[in-house]
């Protein structure tokens, strides 16, 4: 009994305090890390299905830089087709306005000696997406060549023109005067654009080539050459040319007989002209009624030759490729000799 009181109660309890209070800091501490460990594993779930995400994507981000890839003809098409709509529509004004077309227009005409009776400029205009189309009705009067000339000019110019409308008629009381009418549409673009870089390569463009061919002019009716205009061409044969002041006369041999032709004799059957004469040939222009209407054709009878063909009219329409001609020694002596 004296060994149970002689225990120090006071220094029990306070022990027993102690060990209450690291029991509760254990059990925290236990708590703690069980919850430290849940919350490593939701990590641990959450990068394993991000780096699964971060897999997807660059699966996804490859199959799209291939797909891209495969775009890049398409890509550069793209690019052309818009390089040459560019280039188009910068075509349409060629980056000058209605005043400078206009200037152009006279400047032009003055040159083919022609006469400008009419311009107008028409406001009913016809406005689309990327242009706007300007008509201009004009009258002009001069001679055919010129009027030829003068539109063929006109049309080889960077700037787009269209000739929507054209009557020629003659006019009364003048020989030689045609007076042309013309819708002419001209273009805008409606914005200021570069001038394509394609412009420099594009070849210089030769001089006009004018043609004395008019006809609206009534058909030669010169003088038959010793009577030739009875003859077929066929049948004749160049053996010579004669020459005085720069102007040729033609030697032609015809069933044993010499003969000599110059410009605006009637040859052949086929109301033939002769037009031109030169050392080593001779171009006659027939007229015959073909596919309902009346054509030129220019035929060659040509000196040392003795090819068949029809040459090019003066309308710059090809036929068939003729040229009448005999070959050399037909006629002894024949040849190109100066008058004397």
Known sequence: MTSLFSIDWQSLATRSRLLRVLAILLALLLIMLLGWFAALRETQNAYRLAGEQSRDALQALATRKAEVAGLEPERAALASARLQLQEARWRLDAGEGMSELLEQLAVSGHEHGLLFEHIEVL?????????????????????????????????????????????????SGKPGLVRAQ???????????????????????????????????????????????????????????????????????????????????????????????????????????????????????????????????????EAGSGVGVGAADGDVPGAGSAPEG
């Open 123 to 171: 406001q009913e205009g016809q406005s689309t997406a990327g242009y706007r189309r300007v008509p201009l009705d004009i009258r002009v009067l001069g001679h055919y060549p010129a009027l030829r000339g003068w539109l063929e000019q006109w049309q080889q110019q960077l700037r787009l023109l269209q000739v929507a409308q054209l009557s020629l008629v003659q006019v």
């Open 182 to 316: 013309l819708r002419v549409h001209a273009y805008h673009a409606g914005e200021p654009l570069p001038v394509p870089p394609s412009l420099a390569d594009e070849p210089s463009r030769p001089p006009v080539a004018s043609s004395a061919f008019d006809p609206f002019q009534p058909w030669p009716s010169g003088p038959s050459a010793d009577g030739l205009g009875r003859i077929p061409l066929e049948q004749m044969k160049m053996v010579g040319s004669l020459s005085t002041a720069g102007r040729y006369q033609a030697l032609l041999s015809v069933a044993g007989h010499l003969h000599r032709v110059g410009e605006g004799q009637r040859l052949g059957r086929d109301e033939g002209v002769v037009v031109r004469i030169d050392e080593q040939r001779m171009e006659v222009r027939e007229r015959l009624y073909m596919a309902g209407g009346w054509q030129q054709r220019s035929r060659y009878l040509a000196l040392g030759k003795g090819a068949r063909g029809e040459g090019r009219d003066d309308e710059g």
